[in-house]
């Protein structure tokens, strides 16, 4: 039986785009005579081979492929010496693809028929390869659009071409089934947007051509075209490979929240500045928000305007909160069932243990939140009346510092943050508590009536009380010596125990400042770097590797000092699975840190110190600085975002994907003792 994958057909889609991206990147570097066609032709050449051979022979399909990819940009290496960005992002495209066809799991389409059975009618290609196909037709369009080349109505040429590729696929893919109207409709209107693209790239529009690129590519990604014959089409690929998988779903709707932000701060009118602000700009502001970190390039109370201080504040509070939390409680209020996987991503965002009290403990975690909130605003918007503001620029104040400050988001509407309130121990004391709050998770301030009334609590709110204790009480007491005469100079005695304890409380991934920050001393730095690493508590708005993975990655040391072999707290046994997991998180953490100090260090010129105490408050998603940020290009933006981003939804991703990781084997290996140490 004779087939064709849908693997050979995405490499396939590709061959075009490796021949214009080759052309493009060789074309600045080239004489006035001219661009030597081979070289792209020879990388075009070895990608469609590539795709001829993927399907019987994958390792070799792969290596040709990854080969023609790589030699497109090797051609154009004077061009890509010249621009780093453009090389990051081609290496991480490039990347990405290899890694795809690599890991792709097709599923081929008989051409002749199988044996007992009746033909078949004849089928090239899945609906799915043609999608990527009409993907990888609207790059090719923009590359025309955009690309710093000569030969423009070459690329146009090319583009075309693609186009009517994806075209076929596509005929094809709805000619293997009845179709709805809707899907006809849809395929339509995908045709129009091409050719709206082309248009306006030819009109040299390069603008509205990449906007309109840029829907085309997300409609083409995103409709949900189906593989099976039936009028209902059962559910998209895209959602089953999503919705189904816990760590996805957490990683993709943090991501889409980020963009969507990114998008509504990008307009004019969310900014003062004439025409907006940039977009990366935008984006880092939005992923700031999302992940509650509170790094800033543009100053929060001059560069938005209200509409964009109200975006801000909405993306703190549903990002604090988890998207996921806002979908339960409208499949609550709907009266909808959760599938299992939903279930079980919630539970762990918001701390639960029981599963059968799911939509209970999500109650309970929105009266908490929003509660608190309503109490800190209360408050805190009434010290900013009495210092001075106007009733209604102290309620806003008070309602946008008392979410963020229980989010742990860090954005504040005045440019030095507390800095001006920290002679205030109204305030100091009101947004350190509600941080607090916010980092112990809504069913930790439940469970503390057990704690005050002596009730017995679970071992893991053993741990977080414990541990937030000591890191508040421990924090304090060393900030308040270390900075005695040194940021805390000058201040009375009340200021310099209030100002200690708001720094202390604040590290939990908060992001305030009610000093400044080069004012520090080294020590402090070091201890906030430890400090910041361990963050809040699972289940609340903080990040970090969480107080619980701190004790239990400190429990086996005391265990080793001990003489026991099993790993014990408050008398209770902890599982040597969770050990490892502990283990696997903070490792992670690490190794994270590490790589992303090492791409600052050799994108940025910024000291080593500065650059970690960035990295850590990032991926902490903390939010302080020590002057860094404001020394970012875009590069070193892009990788701080990726620092936020993956400190929000890092350590829960990497629980969820290692609680699902059950190896048992019959066979045991022998043991052999390993010196160490």
């Given at each position: 039986m004779r087939?064709f994958?849908?693997?050979?057909a995405?490499?396939?889609?590709?061959?075009?785009?490796?021949?214009l991206?080759?052309l493009?990147?060789?074309?600045?570097g080239?004489?006035?005579?001219?661009?030597d066609?081979r070289?792209?032709a020879v990388?075009a050449?070895?990608?469609?081979?590539?795709?001829?051979?993927v399907?019987?022979?994958?390792r070799l399909?792969t290596?040709l492929?990854a080969t023609g990819?790589f030699?497109?940009?090797?051609?154009g290496?004077?061009?890509?010496l010249?621009?780093?960005t453009?090389?990051?992002?081609l290496l991480?495209?490039?990347?990405?693809?290899?890694f795809?066809?690599?890991r792709?799991r097709?599923t081929?389409?008989?051409i002749g028929?199988?044996?007992g059975?009746?033909?078949?009618?004849p089928t090239?290609?899945?609906?799915?390869?043609a999608?990527f196909?009409f993907?990888?037709?609207?790059?090719?369009?923009?590359?025309?659009?955009?690309?710093?080349i000569?030969?423009?109505?070459?690329?146009l040429?090319g583009?075309g071409a693609?186009?009517?590729?994806?075209a076929?696929?596509?005929?094809?893919a709805f000619?293997?089934?009845?179709?709805s109207?809707?899907?006809?409709?849809?395929?339509?209107?995908?045709?129009?947007l091409?050719?709206?693209?082309?248009?306006?790239?030819?009109?040299?529009q390069l603008g509205?051509?990449l906007?309109?690129?840029?829907v085309?590519?997300v409609?083409?990604a995103?409709?949900p075209?189906r593989?099976?014959?039936?009028?209902d089409?059962?559910t998209p690929?895209?959602v089953?490979?999503?919705a189904?998988?816990?760590a996805?779903?957490?990683?993709v709707?943090?991501?889409?929240?980020?963009?969507?932000?990114?998008?509504?701060?990008?307009l004019p009118?969310s900014?003062?500045?004439?025409g907006g602000i940039?977009?990366?700009?935008?984006?880092?502001?939005?992923t700031?928000?999302?992940?509650?970190?509170g790094l800033?390039v543009?100053?929060?109370p001059?560069?938005f305007t209200?509409?964009g201080q109200?975006?801000?504040?909405?993306?703190?509070?549903?990002g604090?909160?988890?998207?996921?939390?806002?979908?339960?409680?409208a499949?609550?209020?709907l009266g909808?069932r959760?599938?299992l996987?939903h279930?079980?991503?919630v539970?762990e965002?918001?701390?639960?243990?029981?599963?059968t009290r799911?939509?209970?403990?999500?109650r309970?975690t929105?009266?908490?939140?929003?509660?608190?909130?309503?109490?800190?605003?209360l408050?805190l918007a009434?010290?900013?009346?009495l210092?001075g503001d106007t009733l209604?620029?102290a309620?806003?104040?008070?309602v946008?510092t008392s979410i963020?400050?229980?989010?742990n988001?860090?954005?504040?509407l005045?440019?030095?943050?507390l800095?001006?309130?920290q002679?205030s121990?109204?305030?100091l004391h009101?947004?350190?508590?509600?941080?607090?709050a916010?980092?112990?998770?809504?069913?930790a301030?439940?469970a503390l009536?057990?704690l005050t009334?002596g009730?017995?609590?679970t071992l893991?709110m053993?741990?977080?009380?414990?541990?937030?204790?000591?890191?508040l009480?421990?924090?304090?007491?060393?900030?308040?010596a270390l900075?005695?005469n040194v940021s805390?100079?000058g201040?009375?005695?009340?200021d310099k125990l209030?100002?200690?304890?708001f720094?202390s409380a604040?590290?939990r991934?908060?992001g305030f400042?009610?000093v400044g920050?080069?004012?520090l001393?080294p020590?402090?730095?070091?201890?906030m770097?430890?400090l910041?690493?361990i963050g809040g508590?699972?289940?609340?708005t903080?990040?970090g590797?969480k107080?619980?993975?701190?004790?239990?990655?400190?429990m086996?040391?005391?265990?080793a000092?001990r003489g026991?072999?099993e790993?014990?707290a408050?008398?209770?046994?902890?599982p040597?699975?969770t050990?490892y997991?502990?283990?696997?998180?903070?490792?992670l953490?690490?190794?994270?840190v590490?790589?992303?100090l090492?791409?600052?260090?050799?994108?940025?010129?910024i000291?080593?110190?500065?650059?970690l105490f960035?990295?850590v408050?990032?991926i902490?998603t903390?939010?302080?600085?020590?002057?860094a940020?404001?020394?970012?290009?875009?590069?070193g933006?892009?990788i701080i975002m990726l620092?936020?981003f993956?400190?929000?939804?890092?350590p829960?991703?990497?629980?969820?994907?290692l609680?699902e990781q059950?190896?048992e084997?019959?066979?045991h290996?022998?043991e052999?003792d390993?010196?160490?140490g």
């Amino acid at each position: 039986m004779r087939s064709f994958s849908s693997r050979s057909a995405f490499v396939a889609a590709f061959v075009p785009v490796t021949w214009l991206v080759a052309l493009a990147l060789a074309s600045p570097g080239a004489e006035a005579g001219g661009v030597d066609p081979r070289g792209p032709a020879v990388a075009a050449t070895t990608v469609l081979l590539g795709a001829l051979v993927v399907r019987r022979r994958r390792r070799l399909g792969t290596v040709l492929a990854a080969t023609g990819w790589f030699g497109a940009l090797a051609l154009g290496a004077p061009t890509l010496l010249t621009r780093p960005t453009l090389t990051l992002a081609l290496l991480v495209g490039v990347s990405a693809l290899v890694f795809i066809v690599w890991r792709w799991r097709s599923t081929a389409a008989p051409i002749g028929p199988a044996l007992g059975t009746a033909p078949p009618p004849p089928t090239l290609v899945g609906p799915g390869s043609a999608r990527f196909a009409f993907v990888a037709s609207v790059l090719c369009c923009l590359l025309a659009a955009v690309a710093p080349i000569d030969h423009h109505a070459l690329a146009l040429a090319g583009a075309g071409a693609s186009l009517a590729y994806a075209a076929v696929l596509w005929a094809v893919a709805f000619a293997q089934a009845p179709r709805s109207l809707v899907d006809k409709v849809a395929l339509g209107i995908g045709g129009v947007l091409a050719l709206g693209v082309v248009a306006l790239a030819a009109a040299s529009q390069l603008g509205s051509a990449l906007a309109l690129g840029a829907v085309l590519a997300v409609f083409g990604a995103v409709y949900p075209l189906r593989d099976g014959g039936d009028d209902d089409g059962g559910t998209p690929l895209w959602v089953e490979v999503i919705a189904h998988h816990p760590a996805r779903l957490l990683v993709v709707t943090f991501a889409l929240l980020c963009a969507g932000g990114a998008v509504l701060l990008w307009l004019p009118l969310s900014s003062t500045a004439e025409g907006g602000i940039s977009f990366i700009d935008a984006a880092f502001t939005s992923t700031s928000a999302v992940c509650v970190t509170g790094l800033i390039v543009l100053d929060t109370p001059t560069a938005f305007t209200g509409y964009g201080q109200g975006v801000l504040l909405l993306l703190i509070q549903v990002g604090g909160l988890g998207i996921m939390t806002f979908s339960t409680a409208a499949f609550a209020m709907l009266g909808r069932r959760l599938t299992l996987s939903h279930e079980r991503a919630v539970a762990e965002l918001l701390g639960g243990d029981d599963r059968t009290r799911l939509v209970d403990v999500l109650r309970q975690t929105l009266r908490v939140t929003f509660g608190l909130e309503a109490v800190g605003a209360l408050w805190l918007a009434a010290c900013f009346w009495l210092s001075g503001d106007t009733l209604l620029m102290a309620v806003w104040r008070g309602v946008f510092t008392s979410i963020s400050a229980f989010c742990n988001a860090g954005f504040a509407l005045q440019s030095a943050s507390l800095i001006p309130y920290q002679h205030s121990g109204a305030v100091l004391h009101a947004v350190a508590a509600l941080i607090v709050a916010g980092g112990l998770s809504p069913a930790a301030i439940v469970a503390l009536p057990q704690l005050t009334r002596g009730r017995r609590l679970t071992l893991r709110m053993k741990m977080v009380f414990s541990m937030t204790a000591t890191l508040l009480v421990g924090g304090f007491v060393l900030l308040l010596a270390l900075e005695w005469n040194v940021s805390l100079a000058g201040m009375s005695l009340a200021d310099k125990l209030n100002n200690a304890w708001f720094q202390s409380a604040t590290l939990r991934t908060a992001g305030f400042n009610s000093v400044g920050m080069q004012a520090l001393s080294p020590a402090s730095i070091t201890l906030m770097i430890f400090l910041m690493f361990i963050g809040g508590s699972p289940g609340g708005t903080a990040g970090g590797i969480k107080t619980t993975t701190a004790f239990v990655v400190f429990m086996p040391i005391v265990t080793a000092i001990r003489g026991r072999q099993e790993v014990t707290a408050f008398g209770r046994e902890i599982p040597r699975e969770t050990v490892y997991r502990a283990a696997a998180i903070a490792v992670l953490g690490m190794l994270t840190v590490a790589f992303a100090l090492v791409a600052l260090q050799v994108t940025q010129a910024i000291p080593m110190d500065v650059a970690l105490f960035e990295v850590v408050s990032a991926i902490g998603t903390v939010g302080l600085t020590i002057g860094a940020t404001p020394k970012l290009d875009f590069v070193g933006k892009v990788i701080i975002m990726l620092c936020m981003f993956l400190g929000r939804v890092g350590p829960l991703t990497a629980f969820l994907l290692l609680s699902e990781q059950h190896s048992e084997s019959s066979w045991h290996l022998p043991e052999e003792d390993v010196p160490v140490g």
